[in-house]
């Protein structure tokens, strides 16, 4: 399926969605409104039908729309209905989370393979993973195709990292560690920081 | 300073905002334009300068943004110019990368205490906590008065310890656990889900 291009700021609330839906398919719920799924989501029903309006009309006046079939769509756009293989680089306390993490099932992604540069590391296991050696790192990642990395080392080694990861062909980014990457363009970074959702929440809170 | 109240939607983006202008501050750069700061963050424009307008005349025509009166600004209407105590659930490998985490300093926030319900981790040190006992949360949290709570436990056991935390007078709670937390109105929940930034990604990624 062809879509128009969206914009990047309602791309970024479609895993939200897919997310809420999905917890309320596991709840026996097959339909939803704007209205719903706006609280559900902490958004108002008129972005929502504006967000969804982008990808065609899914929503029938009066009787809602079906979350089976809204599911299905926003999988395809997001293209996670197939499953993609990631390389993790990082093999501490927060790469041995990852590797363990209940919520990759079902949602288009997997580890498959994992990297540090330890020599006390490597060679043990990680979950269902050997840890390799980040030396033969660049070759591994190139000959698997690999397109997606996560990186969980430290913020000193992490743009070393990244611009390793980009020689081997990755496209697409996600970082925990705390500091920006300076890499060429085409390359897709997200950084995940529990501090940006801190500040969200003490928005509220007042002082 | 009083503000009007703000949408979720754009105080959400607020803390994106803070980080790259951080960035962009530790690099030396004292002046942007929206132009600028939409390319770093990966906005338009027009949506900086509508998001910040919300806040009054940040910035003058042609002369930019003023970089430090900027943070400035965010971080007071984030109420970030304080710091906030967080109590911690959770010391597993992901409790353990948080407690050591590199991004907190100088953003608002300290971790300031750490829970667990597992006998051979209690009075354990973590960074430099002690791991307490999840029985004594409820009134330990109360006592210290903290009203934000991190919950890296399992995705089985992350709803009981949200009640309990309810029941301590917290109000804002960040879980790491992948399911959805069903609580009283007036708790603010966010989740910290690296699948929502990996759907992100795919989406440029195609087939």
């Known amino acids: 399926m062809v879509y128009a291009q969206i914009p990047d700021i309602i791309v970024g609330r479609l895993p ?14 097959q ?5 719903d799924l706006g609280e559900r989501i902490g958004i108002s029903a ?14 029938k006046q009066g009787t809602g729309y079906s979350i089976p079939f809204l599911v299905n769509q926003i999988q395809a756009i997001l293209n996670v209905k197939q499953v993609w293989n990631i390389a993790l680089i990082g093999a501490g306390d927060l790469g041995h989370a990852i590797a363990r993490y ?21 060679g043990r296991e990680i979950g269902e993973f050997i840890i390799q050696d980040i030396a ?3 070759e591994t990642i190139r000959s698997a195709d690999i397109k997606i990395a996560m990186i969980t080392v430290t913020a000193q080694s992490a743009q070393g990292v990244a611009e390793k990861l980009v020689e081997a062909g ?15 363009p085409g ?13 969200h929440m003490t928005y509220y809170l007042g002082n």
Chains 1, 2 share one sequence.
């Open 16 to 29: 939200r969605y897919l997310q809420v839906l999905t917890w309320m398919l596991s709840d026996g719920i």
């Open 31 to 35: 339909t939803t409104s704007s209205q």
């Open 46 to 59: 008129a972005q929502i039908r504006k967000d969804l309006s982008q990808f065609g009309e899914f929503g």
């Open 102 to 122: 209940q919520g990759f099932a079902n949602r288009g992604f997997r580890i498959a393979m994992v990297f540090d540069i330890d020599q006390n590391k490597i």
């Open 136 to 138: 033969a790192m660049v």
């Open 170 to 184: 990755i496209k697409s980014i996600l970082t925990y560690a705390p500091v920006p990457l300076k890499l060429p």
């Open 187 to 199: 390359i897709f970074i997200q950084y995940i920081d529990p501090i940006i959702q801190l500040q």
